[in-house]
């Protein structure tokens, strides 16, 4: 059977193929569709993270370390990520004085539920890495974080979770 189409624009127009003005209006509604299809993705809940850095050098001594900002304020929903910008060891983070965490705490990325305290920890957290958990009820959580490499310095910080 011999084609009847044509080629134009690298494009082949055939009896098979659409017209040339039904590619027009697929084109021409295009813009519609994509604008249509962002307004939907812009509707999803979007999670809103907040970070604490973990830090020391950078004209800290080795044995300087802190949490910035060590006491955060986030909406229930929200979630925290934990960055390691030490640069000389690794970081374990855990919840303090927390009973049931699953019931309030969503672990999102680097956290696992620690059978003997029943709340999530990060056991080793290596510098450039991050965690992150959300918040499902409004309270005010404790956590600590350890150093590798000063193991008598425990850095303290809080979350507080409002509606």
């Keep these: 059977m011999k084609d009847t189409g044509f080629i134009k624009d690298n494009r082949f127009f055939g009896d098979d193929t659409m017209s040339k003005t039904q590619s027009i209006k697929i084109i021409s509604t295009a813009p519609f569709f994509t604008m249509a299809i962002l307004m939907i993705l812009s509707n999803v809940a979007a999670e809103e993270c907040k970070t604490i850095n973990i830090i020391s050098g950078n004209g800290l001594s080795r044995a300087t370390v802190m949490v910035k900002p060590d006491i955060l304020s986030i909406a229930k929903g929200e979630c925290v990520v934990w960055?390691?910008?030490t640069r000389v060891g690794d970081?374990?983070?855990k919840f303090e004085g927390e009973k049931n965490c699953e019931a309030y705490v969503t672990a999102l990325s680097g956290f696992a539920l620690d059978p003997d305290s029943g709340c999530y920890i990060v056991d080793r957290?290596?510098?450039g890495g991050?965690?992150?958990v959300?918040?499902?009820?409004?309270?005010m959580y404790h956590y600590v974080v350890e150093f590798d490499f000063a193991p008598t310095r425990r850095v303290y910080g809080k979350i507080g979770v409002i509606k």
């Design 91 to 93: 970081v374990r983070i």
């Design 125 to 127: 957290l290596k510098p």
């Design 83 to 85: 960055a390691n910008r």
């Design 130 to 132: 991050t965690a992150s």
């Design 134 to 139: 959300a918040f499902k009820a409004e309270g």
